[in-house]
C-alpha cells in the first residue's frame, strides 16, 4: 500500500538509478507517473525526492504495490511536450 504521507500529499518525485535525467513524478490521486525531469528542475521539487535504483515500473510495483501497472506512448501532456506516461492503481 502507498505510504500514508504519500497518499496525504497525492504526490511523490522520484530519482531513478542516480540519473538526474530520471527525474519522475508519480499522481497518486490520478494514478499516473511522468518522467518530468525535461520542464521541472529538482530544486523546485516541494516533496522529498527518492532515489531508487531500478525502474518507474519496479518502483511502483515492488515499492509501493501497485497493480494493473501500464506504459502508455506518447500521450500529450501539452502542446510543446509529448510523453510516455505510466497509469496505475494504487
Known sequence: ???SKTRQHGLEHIILNNNEDELWEIDYDYG???NVSEYMKMNL?????IKYPGSIKDFLEKERSCSNVQRHEEMIVCEKFH???WTFDS
Do not use: D, G, L, W
Open 1 to 3: 500500500m502507498v505510504k
Open 32 to 34: 499516473m507517473a511522468v
Open 45 to 49: 521539487v516541494k516533496t522529498e525526492i
Open 83 to 85: 510523453e510516455t506516461i
